[in-house]
Structures are given as structure tokens and as C-alpha cells.
């Protein structure tokens, strides 16, 4: 079994600002994702002998000091570094790379043409049905078919099992998900700016959080 925590190197936390559309040298038109990683400091780094494992934990969005509790409040001074509103891990073999209080940017993290993969939170669809929620085809138009359009159709049989199997497929609550895009490639790296352009899209509404790291299954 392959162990991804040991494929991560590089990883930071920033912002979805949207996508747009940019021309690449060949002249096509590239729909890309611009997102926004403002710095990002390290806050503490795990090690085996004293936490079991290898791991680097980075903060990223500023925030009042005045909202922070007293715990996390120590937690950062500790560190040397002004309190952040988002706190993540990142397991990675190479934690020994990093120093406590270290600022990770855009620069030096990514670079055009690399493949990242990019974790976020999917878009809130509320209670939807199954043929939203899971491409069901729905039941015929006509032939019998009355006010059934949409329905899932049959759920299980009566006498035998008499039950409903676990993980059968029904309407409910859709979206709200944690997501993972892999082999997302860099269109371009703005260094003033902050800013990475991504091909393609990324879980998440404009503003939400995402986490973007150098590609686990890429090639």
C-alpha cells in the first residue's frame, strides 16, 4: 500500500477568488481558477518521538487577537506569530524542512506548469433528489406512469430481505462536502500579487477556503 502523506512536500492554505478565462502561448482559451495564497506561517511541526508522526501545521487569514481564546492565543505566541483565523496540518515525511514560525508563500511553493491537487468545500445544494443528487434517470413520462416522474422507483423487495439495504441511494441533503480535484495543473504563478492560476475548477463558492498541495498521484 502506498503511503501518500510520504508524496507531500508542499502545501498552503488560501482563497477562491473565482475563475476567468486566459490565452495560453498556443493561442486557445484556458478557463482557470485564479486562487488567492496569501502567506502562510508555521505553527508547529510534529515529529515521531514526540507525536507519532511526521506533520507540519501552518495558519493562514488574519483575525482580531480579541477573538482568539486563551488556548489558541498561546498556542500562537508560542510559535511567534500573530493569531490566524485558519489553523491545518499537513502530514508530510519532510516537516524536518520547516522551522517554527517560518512564512511559506507563492513564491518558491509553486511553479507554472506542476500539477496540485486542491481540497475544498463543495457548494451547499440543500435537500435534493435522486435525480439530482445522483443522476437517476426517473421513471417513464407516460405509460402508466403517474405523478412518478422523479421518484427513485423500488427500494427493496417486500418478504425477502425485507429490509432496506444500507448505502441505497435516496434524496437528502447534497453538497457541503469535503472534495478533492487531483492533477489540477498551474497555468501561472503571479509572485507580487499572490495569486495562482489553476486550470479547470475548484470545489467551492468565491471566498471559500481551499488547500492546495503538490500533486500525490500525478506523474
Known sequence: MVDINAKISKGMLGTKLG????????GKLVPVTVIELAPNVVTQIRTPEKDGYNAVQIAYGQIDPRKVNKPLSAHFE???VTPRRHVTEIRTADAGDYSLGQELTVDGTFEAGQLVDVVGTSKGKGFAG?????????VSASHGAHRNH????????????????KGMRMAGRMGGERVTVLNLTVHAVDIEK???LVKGAVPGARGRIVYVRNAVKGA
Do not use: C, D, Y
Open 194 to 196: 499572490g495569486l495562482l
Open 130 to 138: 435522486v435525480m439530482k443528487r445522483h443522476n437517476f434517470k426517473g
Open 19 to 26: 475563475m476567468t478565462q486566459v490565452w495560453n502561448e498556443n
Open 150 to 165: 422523479r421518484k427513485p422507483g423500488s427500494i427493496g423487495a417486500s418478504s425477502t430481505p425485507s429490509r432496506v439495504f
Open 78 to 80: 508560542a510559535a511567534g
